[in-house]
Nanobody, 120 residues
Framework: VQLQASGGGLVQAGGSLRLSCAAS???????WGWFRQAPGKEREFLAA????????RYEDSVKGRFTISRDNAKNTVYLQMNSLNPEDTAVYCC???????????????WGQGTQVTVSS
């Protein structure tokens, strides 16, 4: 399984971005997650979605601002990010795992990161 994240960029505070993560290979029944890592900080869980799409989890700091969704027909998961602020600046990564969890160690496959920079 290979994951390809895209959609990062430079945005002003208050703006929005939508990240995409496309998978190649067999991801049937996998849960997907989004994480981020800022310089000097540990990798942080943001959101996860079950294969069915009917169960999601969010880290408290992004609830109400970020929305995770998936299109199984396209083998793609999305992260819509609204009301961005400079503290959201980080490298964002997607991951796939067998269960909907929040720990990075629970995910088997990782995409390369996409940089998100929010200017004040």
């Amino acid at each position: 399984v290979q994951l390809q994240a895209s959609g990062g960029g430079l945005v002003q505070a208050g703006g929005s971005l939508r990240l995409s993560c496309a998978a190649s290979g067999r991801t049937f029944m996998y849960a997907w997650g989004w994480f981020r890592q800022a310089p000097g900080k540990e990798r942080e869980f943001l959101a996860a979605i079950a294969w069915s799409g009917d169960t999601t989890r969010y880290e408290d700091s992004v609830k109400g601002r970020f929305t995770i969704s998936r299109d199984n027909a396209k083998n793609t998961v999305y992260l819509q990010m609204n009301s961005l602020n400079p503290e959201d600046t980080a490298v964002y990564c997607c991951a796939a795992g067998q269960k909907l969890r929040t720990a990075p160690s629970d995910y088997n496959y990782w995409g390369q990161g996409t940089q998100v920079t929010v200017s004040s």
